[in-house]
C-alpha cells in the first residue's frame, strides 16, 4: 500500500506540474514562439547539469563499471520493442504515410521530458544515472533509424547523412556525459561551487520540461483525440509490451534494484515528443504522431502506479 501511495503521489505531482502547462497555453501565458526557448533551456543548460552534478558530484566509479550492462539492456529492449513494431506494421498494413509514425511511437519513448521527472519522483537522484543511460541509446536509435522511418513516411526529400545524423545524436547532454565520465576516472573533484551552480540548474529541468508538454496537450487540443485501432495498439506496446521486454531482459541478467525500476518505467513513458517536430518537418502525417503522444501522455497517469505496484510485488 505504501508503495502505490508513493506511486500516486509522485504521478500526481506530474499531472499538476502538466496542468499548469496547459492553463498557461490556455490562459496565453505560453505561446507557440515559447517553445524553442524552453526546450533549449532544458536540453542545453539544464540536462547538461544534471549529467555533471551527478556524474562528477555522486556517481561512484564501482557503479560506472558497469556500464557495459547499464548501455545494453536499453538497446536490446528497444532493439525488441522495434522489431516487433515493424512486424505489427506490416500485420496491420498501416498506410506509408503513418507507417514511420507507427514504429517510432511503439518502439521508442519519452525518456527525457516526461522520464526524468518521473523517475526523480519515484526513485530521486539516485535513479538519474540510469536514466541517462537509456536517454542516450533512445536518443541515438531516434535519430537514426526513426529519423530515417519519418522521413520515408514524409514527402522531403533530404538524406539521412552520417554528418546530419553526428550532428543530431551530438547534442549537449550527450557531450556532458561523454566530458564528465572521464573526468570521474581520473579522480577529478570539482570545486564547490560548479556542484551548487549545477545543482540549481539542473533543478529547472522537471518544472520546464513538464510544463512544455502540458503546453503541447494544449496545443494538439484534447478534445481531438481519437481512440482507434492503432492507438490502441500503440497503448499496449508502450505501457504492456515494452516494460515486460524490459523486465524480462533485467531478470535474465540479475540486474535488479533502482536501475530495474528505472529502466522498467523509461520503457513504460509515453511517445517521444521529438517524433512530432520531425514528423511535421518531413512531412509526414504530424496530427497521427501527435494524437499518439497525446493519448499516451494521458494515459501514463494511469498506467505507471499500476506497473509500480507490479514491480513492488515482484
Not at 498494413?93 to 518502439?107: D, L, N, Q, T
Request: proline fraction near 4%; aromatic fraction near 8%; glycine fraction near 8%.
Amino acid at each position: 500500500m505504501g508503495e502505490l501511495l508513493h506511486s500516486l503521489s509522485a504521478v500526481l505531482l506530474v499531472v499538476l506540474m502538466m496542468a499548469i502547462g496547459y492553463a498557461f497555453g490556455r490562459l496565453g501565458y505560453m505561446k507557440k514562439e515559447h517553445k524553442q526557448l524552453i526546450v533549449k533551456l532544458i536540453v542545453n543548460v539544464g540536462v547538461p547539469a544534471v549529467c555533471f552534478n551527478n556524474i562528477l558530484g555522486k556517481i561512484s566509479k564501482e557503479l560506472l563499471s558497469d556500464a557495459g550492462a547499464i548501455m545494453l539492456l536499453p538497446m536490446l529492449s528497444m532493439a525488441a520493442t522495434l522489431a516487433i513494431a515493424f512486424a505489427l506494421r506490416r500485420i496491420l498494413r498501416i498506410e506509408p504515410s503513418k507507417a514511420g509514425g507507427f514504429i517510432v511511437m511503439c518502439g521508442l519513448s519519452n525518456s527525457l521530458f516526461i522520464g526524468l521527472p518521473m523517475n526523480r519522483s519515484l526513485f530521486g537522484e539516485a535513479g538519474v544515472p540510469f536514466v541517462m543511460a537509456y536517454y542516450v541509446i533512445n536518443t541515438a536509435l531516434f535519430w537514426t533509424v526513426g529519423c530515417a522511418l519519418l522521413q520515408r513516411s514524409g514527402s522531403c526529400g533530404e538524406k539521412q547523412t552520417l554528418l546530419k545524423t553526428l550532428k543530431r545524436i551530438a547534442t549537449p547532454p550527450l557531450i556532458a556525459l561523454v566530458v564528465c565520465v572521464p573526468l570521474l576516472l581520473i579522480g577529478f573533484k570539482p570545486p564547490k561551487i560548479l556542484l551548487d551552480l549545477s545543482s540549481y540548474l539542473g533543478s529547472i529541468v522537471t518544472p520546464l520540461a513538464l510544463l512544455y508538454v502540458g503546453y503541447l496537450l494544449y496545443e494538439t487540443g484534447l478534445k481531438s483525440m481519437r481512440m482507434t485501432r492503432d492507438m490502441a495498439i500503440v497503448l499496449v506496446m508502450r505501457y504492456i509490451v515494452a516494460p515486460g521486454i524490459m523486465l524480462g531482459l533485467c531478470r535474465l541478467f540479475g540486474f535488479t534494484g533502482t536501475g530495474e525500476g528505472v529502466f522498467i518505467i523509461e520503457a513504460a513513458m509515453p511517445v517521444m515528443t521529438q517524433s512530432v517536430v520531425v514528423s511535421s518537418s518531413c512531412g509526414a502525417d504530424e496530427q497521427y504522431v501527435a494524437q499518439g503522444m497525446s493519448i499516451s501522455t494521458l494515459a501514463c497517469f494511469v498506467s505507471i502506479p499500476l506497473i509500480m505496484m507490479v514491480i513492488s510485488t515482484l
